[in-house]
């Protein structure tokens, strides 16, 4: 599903993020990204869903070659992979289902089928009552479940989460991590940059360390925790 292969990113100041980085993620998996601040954690998302472009090495993702990729592709590219933030993006101006509608929407979605699967995903976050509210009558963790809803609305291959629980008290969190587990047990690859020890140690899933843009561990499902 993901395929690095040394690959490099390197930011317009010199800076290189992301350094000679070789991984393999298959479909179906539950990757923790981890690491301190600064190591490349985000880099390395944003590679994946095109927001960065790698200054080096091989890349594909969900099928897509993103070193040969053409600009018009890249919206393609998107429908394949949903992306979750930590301060969750949503659009202040649009209800909870605009904010969700509009992912299909802009992939030229008919009407019909975009209202019956909006509700559809908003049942699956337990959203359906708050579909006509606003994100800032939402509490923090609604928010980021609307934002899960939004980032499954088009049943990408990948979900990419970029401190999904970042904001949230702990007790929010795990309602994500289950929302997050879910949407994996359904086949979805998922791909999460976190800092959240106490999650990593008690849902386990296979671990990638980085540090200073380079993977540094690269730990399966079942070895011993994140105890760095
Ligand atoms: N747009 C940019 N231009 C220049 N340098 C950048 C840019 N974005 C990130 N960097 C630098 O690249 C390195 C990696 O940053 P990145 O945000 O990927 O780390 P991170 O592991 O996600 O950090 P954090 O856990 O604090 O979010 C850092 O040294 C950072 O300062």
């Known amino acids: 599903m993901i395929e690095m292969k040394d690959v490099t990113k390197k930011y317009t100041n010199g800076t290189a993020a992301i350094r000679d980085l070789s991984i393999s993620i298959d479909q ?48 393609y590219l998107r429908r394949e992979i949903g992306v979750v933030f930590q301060d969750y993006k949503l659009l202040e101006r649009k209800t909870v289902y605009e904010n969700v509608a509009y992912a299909m929407q802009v992939i030229g979605k008919r009407p019909r089928e975009i209202k019956k699967r909006v509700m559809d995903v908003l049942d699956m976050v337990g959203l359906k009552h708050k579909a006509r509210v606003f994100p800032n009558q939402l509490s923090g963790g609604e928010q980021q479940r609307v934002s899960i809803a939004r980032a499954i609305v088009n049943t990408p291959q990948v979900v990419i989460a970029d401190e999904p629980t970042g904001n949230l008290d702990p007790e929010i969190s795990w309602e994500i991590m289950k929302l997050l587990d ?47």
């Open 28 to 75: 179906g998996e539950f990757v923790y990204v981890v690491g301190p601040s600064g190591a490349g954690k985000s880099t390395f998302i944003k590679l994946m869903y095109r927001e960065e472009k790698a200054s080096n090495g091989d890349l594909k993702v969900a099928d897509y070659d993103l070193t040969k990729i053409k600009n018009r592709e890249v919206p």
């Open 182 to 228: 879910r949407i994996n047990a359904q086949g979805t690859t998922v791909v999460m940059a976190t800092h959240n020890r106490t999650i990593v140690n008690t849902i386990r899933h296979r671990v990638i360390a980085i540090e200073n843009g380079k993977i540094i561990r690269d730990q399966a499902e079942g070895e011993y925790g994140y105890d760095d």
